[in-house]
């Protein structure tokens, strides 16, 4: 140990020391924040908290902002009282460990081809942490969890996304419980990012020909553990003032600047690429917001070459990955011809191909002259491989685009399925990996993917389980109660409400949690279909529940916003008030607290129309149990005594058939099924049927819907096989 952990530097007598002390503490501090491998480190969050943990929540949890509140004097200080140099010094080691030791990993051993030439991954969006509002959702998140994971696994990944520098929107409620949406401009400065050099080392800016005139982006670097993540950023001098702002907002804006921005993400991705000297092996589109990209590989292959066009098209898309992610038509972008000319028009005169072989590419049927141009289509014809995200997906997928293959059965259509997962260390809560810890034995996370590693839950006891629960559920309602009283106060009403906000739920009562995208077919609102009944579940004397509303509507979904408005209201009525309650602006940090803390996890979309959904794998790694309509990844999880079913996976051609008989089954299976699982209680209190459920959740699902696994099976099913040349269709089914 240093004289320093244990004393504070003498700025008298050794002047010299104690400068270049604070310098190197305050140089390692900086280093670790600029490396998004902290958010994944409890106790490496906890040190930054630790240094002003009021000024650590204002800040969104940016240390970036945190520290550059600090001097190094003052940073010096402040970790003499709270002793925190070893931690400091600890946590920099780690990373530098973490950082020199790829070649010890997975992937190292598994994945040995792609290391000269990477897997580049694209996609339009990356939720790494809420300090970085680089995301709107669910897509984001994955993406953000793919990257970690590719990180952990020592995989040889590049990452390409935009920069939104008013990210998407923060959410507010007004006083009727109206959606508004607020854009803040982001702070650069206190983002770990850096501007990406060129071989030549200087800052790279590239050019993308249109119709309409040139337009440019320049990159910025970010580092999420091992991975590079590069970012377009189209707010640079020449380009005019108006495609300065063209990446501002997630998702914003009409058609033109939809098309403009997946035209930045996709042909500007590959030309960034080049100029960083990456040559990948392997290109994987996350969605079809960055289906443009095949093309500017080809023409690269063409020109750097001397391919034909079909020649090199054919190599392309053997190294292409495509992957879906929903079967909802408006997830789906099409462009009429005049906007895909405008933009694609310059790009098509190099690779010699007409306006109508171009507006082919993106049509199921190529000499439709009626049909405008899908980014999901040229994605599957671009690539040799394409999946969904989970195995119904994978089913709804092939009979809708079956007609894009006609000569073929629709077993045989060619897009394979890899069900979604998440990044456990992300998610899992620090009181919750403590106990795994205990009973797994301190090496676990490596063996995460195998079942038997789990097995160890059973060897946990009840009681410790249940009470680390009831610990996360505390800070849930803590946290619930903080917002809940905040946006009162906001929203201008009357000290008693902001008061009685501080006392909404009941640690004691059976608490159901509901957070996702208002998209009405998530159907937010089938709870409330029968007020009656769902008054008596809630205020029954005995086995009461409450609820946890959270989620944001898109800015142009007004039915979204009517839901809402209808969930937020509910506290009007005195059945509801205190009992029901809605979290404005959920993002990562109200994901972390309400997939931690609740003891229900209810998800009832519409059936086959949630691809897959990953909130309830964070909710099973932290204790709570799954209630959803066999949709998504629950059609392939749950097995009868892992979590609870609405409804035996039919539906109705009807959708307000469908609506009242899951509606129907729903009351059923909490009054029948949940409600009375929750409060069977023994001797001591605790209820034995349902703690038994817990864990048979944990051992049966955490393993398999780990972002891990996922990146494992992309690794093993997808991507050597590309960088390989081998031509054999994804068979994952
Ligand atoms: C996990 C997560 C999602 C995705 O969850 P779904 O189950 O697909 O709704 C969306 N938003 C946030 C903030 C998340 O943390």
Known sequence: MSSLEVTAPDKTSHPDLSELSAESLYEKCNELARNLWWSWHTDVVNLFRDLDPVRWRQLDHNPMALLREFTPERLAERCTELVLFTRINQAYRRLKEYMDTADQSWAATNAGVLGAHPVAYFSAEFGIHESVPIYSGGLGVLSGDHIKSASGLGLPLVAIGLFYDQGYFNQLLDIEGYQTEEYVDTKVENLPMEPAQGQDGKPITVAIDTRDGQLLA??????????????????????????????????????????????????????????????????????????????????????????????????????????THTPVPAGHDRFDGGLIEEHLGPLRDQLGISYEQLMGLGRVEPQNEGESFCMTVVGLKLSRRANAVSSLHGQVSRRMWSHLWPWRVEEEIPIGHITNGVHVPSWLAFQMQNLYDRYFGSNWMRDMGSPETWEGIYDCSPGELWETHNALKNLLLEFVRRRVSRQCRRRGESEEVVEAARRVLNPNVLTIGFARRFATYKRADLLTTDMDRLAELVNNSKQPMQVIFAGKAHPADEPGKQLIKKIDNLRHD???????????????????????????????????????????????????????????????????????????????????????RDAETLYQVLENEVIPLFYERDAHGLPQEWIKRMMNSIHTLAWRFSAHRMVGDYTLHAYLQAAGGISCEMSMR
């Open 218 to 323: 320049k990159v910025w670097l970010m580092r999420v553990g091992r991975v590079k993540l590069y970012l377009l950023d189209c707010d640079v001098e020449g380009n005019s003032p108006q495609d300065r702002q063209l990446t501002s907002r997630l998702y914003g804006g009409e058609l033109r600047t939809r098309v403009r921005q997946e035209l930045v993400l996709g042909v500007g991705g590959v030309k960034a690429l080049r100029a960083l000297g990456i040559q990948p092996g392997v290109y994987h589109l996350n969605e079809g917001h960055s289906a443009f990209a095949p093309l500017e590989v080809i023409r690269e292959r063409m020109t750097d070459d001397g391919l034909s066009f079909d020649e090199a098209l054919r190599e392309v898309a053997q190294r292409t990955v495509f992957t």
């Open 574 to 660: 005195p059945r509801f008030a205190g009992r029901i309650v809605f979290i404005e602006d959920y993002d990562i940090n109200v994901g972390r607290h309400l997939t931690q803390g609740v003891d229900v996890w209810l998800n009832n979309p519409r059936r086959p129309l949630e691809a897959s959904g990953t909130s309830g794998q964070k909710v099973v790694l932290n204790g709570g149990l799954n209630l959803s309509i066999l949709d998504g990844w629950w059609a392939e999880a749950y097995n009868g005594e892992n979590g609870f079913a609405i409804g035996n996976g039919t539906q109705h051609v009807s959708d307000e058939v469908t609506d009242q």
